[in-house]
């Protein structure tokens, strides 16, 4: 060490451990905006610590002289700024996560970004803290980013806050400054429930007020930093919560053995207690509590553990094992926060995938209700989210789902959304509570059924969608095969994109957001024709492979048939009568698909018609007839009995 250690470690390395391990352990994030002195703060509080290692400072004191900001003096900050782009830009990007210990507690602490567009770190590094740390420049004041990550912080959870005035130095240790920036604050928190806030001022290049007090603020009486870290008391009780246990993993070794493991969400649990499997209901009782080191008679929150019951019942990945006296509730439709962390905007009606835990399931949000602004706390209205927007959203998931609202269990209330193509974060989000509404609406039975219309038809009903850019030439041939299937005795109806913009989507403009609602719509009149036993023709844009994945799951195997018109966007944009592309190239039609919105050509349709000029339009009809002769979707009509 760089340092001297502590004497224990050379005289007794097993009485240094076993004292190591009883030490309780605090979590905390470091925020606040740009060039606060985020890094500074923790590579000194490491140095002070005493675990910078030799080689390690060796490499600082030669980093502080090739990169570093403070001349001569070493520059803390490159402890932790890992990234070559931080070192050549002096900022944090991604989240750094260090441990160090005092003689009284262990400490986990995670450096997170101060820029804007890397918000969505910080609300990483937040997800798991006890405290946060939130630096304020003492010249700057109170930031707009100082007051999103409050408001962040005060969203997942986080109740204690230190308001760390960094840079004194840089404003001769004024504290009529500090105390400015103190009210100021608090004044703001209180808006946004923030009450456990402890003011220190310091300096985290000289050391003021880090791990002791220095000789420039005899005017401040409280705590240093690290006597404020070893002392505050974080502890929630998790234990007293009703248990719960996410199942991670279904441990199956052998025949005689079935077990089911995760961490411990909440509460203990003991052999015989009884328990609920959500989101079935079934019920049982605890047999065994099984880990690698044997059997135990309890096991409390964060212990990762594998379960036997009692009774041989289906439970799998995802499910939740609860208290049967206290279970979560199960729904499928929510009111949540969200925080958008993708620099794609949000679009209502996609989509995406929901992950709680290691549940994962299909989610469509739907329009923020309202979305926050942080420097006012104002509910301003909005049709989308964007990168680091806070939004109140209704959600509607595939199926139900066990949770408890965040504010009660983190683990059980807290949740993930991906992009299906891209496989990315897209956003965090927390459950507040269920929407009642899914319990309220119920289908109502019909005698008739699709079957039934269908044979009466003489048909098998088919949804042939059509896609491919303006002017490729969709309805053209959409038009044509319905003639002939229509001269042919078959029941069919032709949907087009621009017809349904004259009624039902008249309210729609062509936002990426509104042709998502556009396909929404489009999808679901097109299954209420085929299920009433039509052969329905749908011809749109629907630019967006996500929308059209969408609108293929609402029918059965067999049932949807995707047609692309692929034609090249110079043939289409020489076909365009209407000038459309010409006002898209000046400028004058906007988030025009194939000028200045994209078009997600499909991967695998069933047919792919070359609508560049090789085949005519009645050429193309044909072949899509003949894929559905053969297709067995126009059987001959049968009669009635």
């Not at 030799?54 to 980093?63: C, K, N, Q, R, Y």
């Not at 913009?501 to 009149?525: I, P, S």
């Not at 695998?604 to 050429?619: K, M, Q, T, Y």
Request: glycine share 8%; proline share 4%.
């Amino acid at each position: 060490m760089a340092h001297a250690t502590n004497d224990l470690v050379s005289t007794d390395i097993e009485g240094y451990l076993r004292a190591h391990e009883r030490k309780s352990l605090l979590r905390f994030i470091t925020c606040g905006s740009v060039d606060d002195g985020k890094s500074t703060l923790i590579g000194r509080l490491l140095y002070d610590a005493k675990l910078v290692f030799a080689d390690h400072l060796a490499a600082l004191e030669a980093d502080s002289k090739r990169v570093g900001t403070q001349g001569d003096d070493l520059d803390f900050a490159l402890l932790v700024d890992g990234l070559a782009a931080e070192r050549e830009q002096g900022i944090t990007i991604d989240v750094a996560y260090r441990f160090f210990s005092t003689e009284r507690r262990k400490f986990i602490v995670a450096d997170t970004p101060g820029h804007e567009q890397y918000t969505r770190n910080m609300v990483t590094g937040a997800s798991t803290a006890d405290l946060a740390v939130i630096l304020v420049d003492a010249r700057k004041g109170v930031l707009t980013q100082t007051r999103r990550h409050s408001h962040l912080v005060s969203l997942l959870g986080i109740r204690r806050i230190v308001l760390a005035v960094n840079k004194l130095d840089l404003v001769d240790y004024d504290q009529d400054v500090f105390t400015a920036v103190e009210e100021e604050y608090r004044a703001f928190a209180a808006g946004i429930g923030l009450t456990d806030i402890t003011c220190i001022p310091m300096s985290a290049l000289r050391g003021d007020n880090i791990t002791e007090a220095g000789p420039h603020m005899p005017w401040y009486t409280g705590p240093s930093l690290i006597g404020y870290l070893e002392s505050v008391d974080v502890t929630d009780d998790p234990d007293s919560r009703p248990f719960r246990l996410p199942v991670q993993w279904v441990n199956r070794p052998d025949l005689d053995f079935r077990g089911f493991a995760g961490q411990i969400a909440g509460g203990r649990v003991r052999p015989g207690d009884p328990v609920r499997v959500l989101p079935s209901g079934r019920e049982s009782t605890v047999a065994r509590i099984v880990t690698a080191d044997g059997d135990l008679d309890e096991a409390v929150t964060d212990q990762s553990v594998t379960v036997t019951l009692a009774d041989e019942i289906d439970v799998s990945r995802g499910d939740v094992i609860a208290a049967a006296a206290d279970p979560p509730q199960v729904a499928d439709q929510f009111r949540c926060r969200l925080i958008w962390m993708s620099e794609e905007p949000m679009l209502p009606g996609r989509t995406y995938l929901f992950k709680l835990g290691a549940l994962g399931t299909g989610v469509a949000i739907g329009r923020p209700n309202y979305v926050l602004n942080v420097n006012t706390m104002e509910h301003t209205a909005a049709r989308t989210l964007a990168l680091n927007d806070i939004g109140v959203c209704d959600i509607r998931l595939d199926r139900p789902v066990p949770f408890d609202p965040y504010a009660e269990n983190r683990h059980t209330g807290g949740f993930i959304v991906i992009d299906r193509l891209t496989r990315t974060t897209v956003a965090a989000g927390l459950l507040d509570f269920a929407l009642r509404r899914s319990q309220n609406v119920h289908r109502q039975s019909v005698e008739v059924d699709k079957r039934e219309r269908a044979r009466r038809k003489g048909q098998r009903p088919a949804a042939l969608w059509f896609t491919g850019l303006s002017g490729a030439g969709k309805s053209t041939i959409a038009n044509l095969v319905e003639k002939r299937l229509h001269d042919e005795g078959h029941h069919t109806y032709l949907l087009d994109g621009d017809n349904l913009r004259h009624g039902l989507n008249k309210d729609l403009g062509f936002t990426d957001a509104d042709r998502v609602e556009n396909v929404r719509r489009a999808a679901e009149v097109t299954r209420l024709m085929v299920d009433s036993g039509l052969i329905v023709l749908a011809s749109f844009i629907s630019p967006f492979r996500a929308e059209r994945r969408f609108a293929r799951s609402l029918f059965g195997e067999g049932e949807f048939i995707e047609i692309h018109v692929d034609t090249p966007l110079h043939v289409a944009e020489s076909r365009d009568r209407k000038g459309l592309y010409a006002k898209a190239r000046r400028g004058r039609l906007v988030h025009f698909t194939g000028v200045d919105s994209p078009y997600e050509p499909p991967e695998s349709p069933e047919l792919r018609l070359d609508g560049g000029g090789s085949l005519s339009a009645e050429e193309c009809a044909h072949l899509v007839v003949e894929h559905l002769r053969a297709a067995g979707v126009l059987t001959p009509a049968q009669e009635e009995s």
